[in-house]
């Protein structure tokens, strides 16, 4: 059979993927990430004012959704904070002087290139007015005029300096050039001054850098429980039963749960995959310990995704020592297995309305079949199958998989994981209807 031959074609024209290809993509391979990861880049331009600080935890926020920041100074911002900490917190090289890598002779095109979006946050009057006019005397200001990003300004600066007309007339020339104003907030200025200059909220600010880059924050509010990575059954102290699962694809779709704004909880046994920025990880051994873990998340859930490899059966006995040839050959040459309770059926019975939940299910034959059949019999909204023959769809880092629902099933061409990731959400979307 080529059941998937068959379905390709459909699916290609039906696969609207997440995020469409901008120019973090070009930023994602030069990063050194996984061909097709699509992790969008913002570029966070501070300048020189008291407010330089809360340029770090603009970045936080940025990393926190998922999205690659970089960030560029002017020299004045280098009195409020040095390049040293935003290094360290982006693990990319600073840009102060428009001559600082000599090995990038157009550093402000490369820079403004790789962006998806670019936020100037604290934005001072003085910068205010040179992109009002297109003054280019930095590398900051050279960035901006070179970008064909989508500019965010967030301006930060003493009362009167803000009310000066000057100031507003160069507000409005950018509003009007199109780009984004993330307005100053009122208040107790560093100056001692009571009024409006101060800048805006952190978390309004990255809001406007996540929109202006095209991240999608679709599922701001919703809570998604993932599990992941396969379980393992213990034997005697030292062995266990358990199998090959990487758990990359459960991560990858706990990931991109936290950048499209969800709170997302990830059950996940034993794996050499670090905790996702943002990502509440419960680590669990055993599938009775995963089980217990699930119960307690899933009522809070609004979509839960069982992606967990879980063990069916575990060793009936555990061995209080390590079992020896020749002492316990007995118990070595039968060991006797006992069924493990099944995690997502176990759950599924008590999903409330609104709940959408989503299985995998790992076949090496009849795989469509199989899926439909697991999705009927253990209550799931989706089921994600996976063709494992030939050990196929472990520990790789793309998969091709088939979407199976009540009504429909889906072919989708071959992805990376964490492209998957987000078709798996989208069609977990469409499935609550
Ligand atoms: N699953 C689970 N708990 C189990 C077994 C499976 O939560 N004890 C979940 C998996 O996370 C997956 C789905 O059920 O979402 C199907 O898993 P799979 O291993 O393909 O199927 P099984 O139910 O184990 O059936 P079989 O191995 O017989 O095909």
């Known amino acids: 059979m080529d059941e998937r031959a068959r379905l390709d074609g459909a699916a290609e024209a039906s696969c609207g993927l997440a995020q469409g290809g901008g120019q973090g993509e070009k930023a994602a391979s030069a990063a050194g990430e996984p061909a097709g990861t699509k992790r969008p880049c913002v ?32 020299e004045h911002a280098t009195e ?36 998806d979006a670019f936020v100037i946050a604290p934005c001072t009057a003085n910068v205010v007015a040179k992109l009002a006019c297109g003054l280019a005397d930095d590398l900051l200001t050279t960035t901006a005029l070179a970008t064909t990003a989508p500019l965010v300004v967030a301006p930060a600066m003493n009362v009167h300096m803000h009310e000066n007309a000057a100031t507003q007339e160069n507000l409005r020339v950018l509003a009007a050039r199109g780009v984004t104003l993330v307005e100053v907030e009122e208040g107790y200025l560093a ?40 379980t393992e059954e213990p034997l005697d102290p030292v062995r266990c039963l358990t199998n090959r699962s990487s758990g990359k694809t459960g991560y990858a779709i706990a990931r ?18 670090e905790a996702p920025e943002g990502v509440q990880v419960v680590r669990v051994r055993t599938a009775c310990d995963m089980l217990a873990a699930a119960e307690e998340a899933f009522p809070q859930a609004d979509i839960a995704v069982f992606c967990a490899a879980v063990a069916d059966m575990r060793p009936e006995r555990v061995a209080p020592r390590k079992l020896k040839k020749g002492r316990d050959d007995d118990a070595l040459a039968s ?7 099944d ?33 009927a019999s253990k209550h799931a909204d989706l089921v994600v199958a996976n063709d494992v023959s ?14 199976v629902t009540a009504d429909d099933v889906r072919a989708v061409p071959r992805l990376s994981k964490d492209r998957l990731a987000d078709e798996v959400l989208d069609a ?4 609550r209807g």
Not at 50 to 61: D, F, L, Q, S
Not at 201 to 228: F, K, M, S
Not at 390 to 403: C, I, K, L, P, Q
């Open 343 to 375: 995690v997502l059926a176990t759950c599924a019975a008590r999903k409330r309305s609104g709940q959408v939940v989503v299985g995998f299910a790992a076949e090496t034959d009849d795989v469509v079949e199989s899926a439909r059949a697991k999705l």
């Open 80 to 115: 409020f904070v040095r390049p040293t900490t935003f290094r360290a917190l982006t693990h990319e090289p600073v840009a102060v002087g428009l001559f600082d890598e000599p090995g990038d002779p157009i550093h402000h095109v490369s820079l403004a290139q790789e962006c």
């Open 335 to 341: 060991v006797r297995l006992v069924p493990n309770p």
């Open 191 to 230: 100056c001692g001054d009571v009024g409006k200059g101060r800048l805006a909220d952190v978390d309004a600010i990255v809001a406007a850098a996540l929109r202006a880059a095209g991240v999608r924050r679709d599922l701001e509010g919703r809570h998604v429980l993932v599990t992941a990575g396969p």
């Open 43 to 74: 570029l966070v331009g501070v300048t020189g004012c008291i407010a330089a600080y809360k340029a770090c935890e603009v970045v936080r926020g940025l990393q926190k959704a998922g999205v690659r920041a970089k960030v560029v100074m002017t």
């Open 390 to 403: 030939d050990g196929r769809a472990f520990g790789s880092d793309d998969n091709e998989v088939w979407f």
């Open 428 to 431: 977990a979307l469409k499935a």
């Open 256 to 273: 991109a749960a936290v950048r499209r704004g969800a709170r997302a909880t990830l059950v996940s046994g034993p794996v050499a995959l």
